[in-house]
């Protein structure tokens, strides 16, 4: 049974084994990659998004080589509409991560816009030098009593 863990899980073959080592299968894929689609990069864009390194950096040049929400230059995340798949830009780590924990929820971008519009804390003196943070918005006002 222990040789049998050495070899790739495979539902296509009746031994329900792949033919190859784990370490000549990772052998074999990195080559096949290689040779394929010249590495790692090309095969997953074409293979996820369905564009090479050439339309991405097409692309890239398309945005003046920045991110598409902030601008910040050299952008590396290929952003892509997970319902139907279609590829909107090319964002930063950060953007492309914000917009992943908003889930692409248009009603959820909006809500955190107003949130920060509406939350500018802003340093109110109470006293002789000392200052409470407060927002014209949310909480409660600072107490004119100390």
């Known amino acids: 049974m222990e040789a ?7 539902s296509k073959r009746p031994t329900g084994r792949g033919s190859y080592c784990k370490p000549c299968h990772n052998k074999r894929t990195t080559e096949s990659k290689q040779r394929l689609y010249d590495g790692d990069r ?4 074409r293979r996820r998004y369905g564009v090479g390194e050439k339309e991405f950096q097409e692309l890239l040049a398309e945005q003046g ?3 598409a929400i902030c601008r910040r230059p050299d952008p590396e995340h290929l952003d892509h509409d997970h319902r139907t798949g ?4 090319i964002l930063c780590f950060n953007c492309n991560g914000g917009l992943g ?3 692409d929820d248009l009603d959820n971008l909006a809500g955190a816009i107003t949130y920060l519009r ?3 804390w802003q340093r ?23």
Do not use: D, N
Request: proline residues 11%.
């Open 65 to 67: 080589g920045v991110c």
């Open 4 to 10: 049998a863990r050495r070899f790739c899980a495979s």
């Open 86 to 89: 279609w590829v909107r830009g």
């Open 118 to 120: 509406g939350t500018t």
């Open 124 to 146: 109110v003196l109470i006293h002789p030098g000392v200052f409470q943070m407060c927002s014209p918005t949310r909480g409660r006002p600072p107490s004119p009593h100390f």
């Open 42 to 45: 090309e095969y997953h864009l």
């Open 101 to 103: 924990q908003f889930k």
